[in-house]
């Protein structure tokens, strides 16, 4: 039995497309909203995204795609034609929300902008989620993940000092900029309870990771200070460190005490005062990281974490791969994984639940749609179209 959920009396338009926006809509859906996926006629570009399902590059098998539309429904339409613009403001008519990821002004070059959607419908939100926001001397300009990690200045700080700095892996950006705009959107529609008025709400990409920065833009504005990169060696805890079968990093503290952490690593020397004396351990950084390398170099990382976990109450984390993060008992414990069924890839195993919320959690519905998949349910029942009214529609290219 699925419970009700937090959003289950909103209706979602997403017309965005790639990760960003499609993340935000999905959260959304994931807590109760219908959320209807619009996608132009040639499908989402995120439907084109490596990797797919077997290696085998078919729109319908990205799994990126499968993991940002769950709990959609999807339809096609030409918003670039007069009558697909009709067709959408006719839905805007009866939604809530609009989430888009267009670059600044297209919406209202086709006469699609908030001031438009707000004359038709008063309380609509449009969430817009792009890399440099909707103003400012950037706002047009093109963006990708790492240059959104380069401009926000979180890859200034990212690496080493003798390396050139460093990008992130994977697109953590346009995630946290999904998440972003799942929450303004849901604290916009609490707003809405009050004022009976929706709002236009704008992400900004570059200023959702420069938000991150929480150390980073105060030493500067308080200070003049600039944080730097870490050292490459000798920086006392700082780096990550090889094991037998993979890597860790450990920190003191945690309630452990340095006689503990001696104990843990099994080397004597540690006692000494040019280790046990924080400063000093600094000092002689590079001689401390040989020690460490060479007492963990035949220790696995499952079993580090374990005992310096449950032992010794140490800070310590493991460098998890895609395998261990699968077979992780904490993730699995916490339901972190959902299956879905797909109509094409089969059952697959996903990432799904951000928080958890007793009373109205985050629940699987549904699958990502196929491309057009409820096109005849979503015109005929939503907006009354008859089915002799799509075939012409499709002939005219129009959905």
């Known amino acids: 039995m699925i419970a009700p959920g937090a959003l289950e009396d909103i209706k979602v338009l997403d017309i965005s497309q790639g990760i960003a926006g499609p993340f935000a809509a999905k959260i959304l859906g994931d807590f109760g909203a219908d959320v209807i996926k619009i996608e132009p006629l040639t499908g ?13 590059p078919d729109i319908e098998k990205s799994l990126f795609f499968l993991l940002l539309n769950l709990n959609k429904r999807g339809i096609t339409l030409n918003l670039e034609t007069s009558t697909g613009q009709k067709i959408f403001k006719e839905l805007v008519a009866e939604c809530d929300v609009v989430v888009e990821s267009f670059e600044p002004g297209y919406l209202d070059s086709l ?3 908030y001031a438009e959607l ?30 959104a990690y380069a401009m926000s200045g979180i890859m200034s700080i990212s690496g080493t000092a003798d390396r050139e700095p460093l990008k992130h892996g994977g697109f953590q950006s346009q995630y946290e900029s999904g998440i972003n705009g799942a929450l303004s959107t849901a604290f916009t529609l609490l707003m809405r309870d009050f004022t009976n008025e929706g709002q236009h709400v704008d992400v900004s990409i570059q200023e959702v990771v420069n938000s991150t920065l929480v150390v980073n833009q105060p030493f500067y504005s308080w200070t003049g200070a600039v944080q730097g990169r870490r050292r490459s060696e000798g920086a006392g805890f700082g780096n ?11 920190q003191p503290g945690g309630g452990a005490t340095w006689d503990d952490i001696v104990d843990f690593y099994g080397n004597e020397v540690l006692r000494e005062e040019k280790f046990a004396n924080a400063e000093e351990r600094v000092q002689n950084g590079v001689e401390f990281d040989q020690v460490l390398t060479e007492a963990t170099k035949d220790r696995k990382m499952h079993e580090m974490f374990k005992s310096a976990s449950e032992d010794y109450r140490m800070l310590f984390g493991i460098v998890q791969t895609p395998e261990d993060l699968a077979n992780c008992p904490q993730l699995e414990a916490r339901n972190f994984y959902e299956e879905v069924d797909h109509p094409v890839i089969g059952k697959i195993k996903v990432p799904f639940r951000l928080f958890n919320m007793s009373e109205t959690p985050s629940q699987y519905r549904i699958p990502s749609p196929t491309l057009g998949q409820h096109n005849v349910e979503v015109y005929t029942e939503t907006l009354n179209y008859s089915k002799e009214d799509l075939v012409k529609l499709r002939e005219l290219e129009i959905i």
């Not at 004359?119 to 240059?147: A, C, D, M, R």
């Open 240 to 250: 990550v460190m090889p094991c037998a079968d993979g890597y860790f990093i450990s």
């Open 111 to 113: 006469g699609l902008g």
């Open 118 to 147: 707000e004359k038709i419908n008063p309380k609509i939100v449009l969430t817009s989620i792009t890399w440099f926001g909707q103003t400012g001397p950037y706002s047009n300009y093109k963006g990708e993940e790492i240059v």
């Open 44 to 56: 989402d570009y995120g439907r084109t995204m490596a990797p797919f399902h077997k290696d085998d």
